[in-house]
């Protein structure tokens, strides 16, 4: 007896349907973790009548299970060459295979059963799917604020801005709404009612924060002189780490905002939730982009600042290093962002530059200055290239002993040396 299994990709995940042994079968021999789709979810877009009645006990026998995709499993949507629609922007196929051993990807023909054939189930199920991806993004970003959950607590209480504190009651709100939608499996009017509103004020707070990132790497930017640069780079530390704990938070709210709404959609207007979902999935996009734009913004300030530090180490050899150092746990906490809401993005530390690696260089740089003018010098015939040798010499070993006037000053004293040693030629 041959066992059929259908396969559902968004871009996000991957659903995966059939009889419950199969499903796990296939999930097993591709050592895939996995949650429960929540297929009788989707009987309520089936309508009335005998074909919604057989269709629903056909989704009461089928098993879902949803995967995260990963780089392993977008590699198996690739080996399984799901077929990809412009019009639902999803990649669906089936998989055949004897009790439960599935062989290969058989390419999808129309049968009546399929749950792939009827608009409306796929439509469901693609909702489903990005109700549990973002699900899943949601839990990533609670272990983050969970990772730094004293310093995000000593942010909630020291903000005293309005737009900061009506996020907060608006987390209330929707926190209590998700827990009324796990309890009742669905999401009534009465229930959106009371956060419906929410989006324009989570909108504001992440605009309000982000401006507050544009405005601490406008103030980096401001600083030349080291000094000043080192306490503003210090005091950018727990500033981008609170703000980043407010975006962090806020785009968590957007997101169960976001579940609760296709859940009403499903309840609803279940003939408008494939379009609903796509549009929804855009607008997260954007505001993904919107973040990565200005808080990759903030990093370049603070790599920038790193690097000018690292130019005068020798003339502030306890600031500089203090300047890259902030510049790189700013950058570290931006990267760690970053991965919490899926934001591909690079980071690579700035490395402090040692005092005594920056003189030994001033050092070698100024002794291939000398050699140069040896050669130069021997054109001028033995005593000038006698000369010429000296200075050389006593060049390095003032470079030696004064290493710590940075290089302006071992060339003043180079440069002194070469005068005394002409005066003294002269004497001869």
């Excluded at 080192?230 to 703000?243: F, K, L, N, P, Q």
């Excluded at 600042?305 to 700013?330: D, F, I, M, R, T």
Aim: glycine fraction near 10%; aromatic fraction near 4%.
């Amino acid at each position: 007896m041959d066992d059929e299994i259908q396969l559902i990709s968004d871009g996000e995940g991957l659903a995966v349907i059939g009889p419950a042994a199969s499903v796990e079968h296939f999930l097993a021999a591709e050592g895939l973790p996995s949650k429960d789709l929540g297929l009788r979810r989707l009987k309520s877009v089936l309508g009335t009548g005998a074909a919604a009645a057989q269709a629903g006990s056909e989704i009461a026998a089928q098993s879902g299970r949803w995967v995260k995709l990963s780089r392993e499993s977008a590699q198996l949507v690739k080996k399984y060459g799901l077929r990809d629609s412009a019009k639902t922007g999803l990649g669906t196929g089936v998989l055949k295979g004897r009790k439960g051993q599935i062989k290969g990807f058989v390419e999808f023909v129309k049968a009546p059963r399929s749950l792939l054939t009827n608009p409306a189930m796929l439509a469901g199920a693609a909702g489903i799917m990005a109700q549990l991806a973002m699900q899943q993004a949601m839990d990533e970003i609670t272990d983050y604020l969970a990772a730094i959950d004293e310093k995000v607590d000593d942010v909630r209480r020291a903000q005293k801005d309005a737009v900061v504190a009506r996020m907060i009651g608006v987390g209330f709100v929707v926190e209590e709404a998700m827990i009324i939608r796990e309890r009742r499996g669905r999401v009534d009017q009465v229930t959106w009612s009371k956060v419906q509103n929410a989006p324009t004020t989570l909108a504001d707070t992440q605009a309000y924060a982000l401006l507050q990132l544009d405005a601490i790497a406008e103030k980096m930017e401001g600083r030349t002189k080291i000094g000043d640069l080192a306490t503003t780079a210090r005091e950018a530390e727990s500033m981008v780490r609170e703000w980043l704990a407010v975006l962090a938070r806020c785009f968590r709210l957007q997101d169960a905002v976001a579940v609760l709404e296709l859940d009403r959609v499903l309840d609803a207007s279940p003939e408008e939730l494939n379009g609903h979902r796509l549009g929804l999935k855009e607008a997260r996009q954007a505001r993904l982009e919107h973040i990565a734009k200005s808080t990759g913004r903030l990093v370049a300030r603070m790599d920038a600042a790193a690097g000018a530090a690292n130019a005068k180490v020798l003339l502030h050899p306890a600031k500089s290093p203090a300047v890259v150092q902030s510049s790189n746990e700013v950058a570290t906490g931006v990267h760690e962002f970053h991965e919490r809401l899926g934001i591909e993005s690079g980071h690579r530390a700035s490395e402090a530059r040692r005092w005594a690696d920056a003189a030994a260089a001033a050092r070698d740089k100024a002794l291939e200055t000398g050699a140069k003018g040896v050669g130069a010098a021997r054109s001028l015939g033995n005593e000038t290239l006698d000369r010429a040798g000296s200075v050389r010499s006593r060049l390095a070993d003032g470079i030696v002993e004064r290493a710590g006037l940075g290089v302006a000053a071992m060339k003043n004293a180079a440069g002194k040396g070469a005068v005394g040693k002409g005066s003294a030629g002269k004497a001869d």
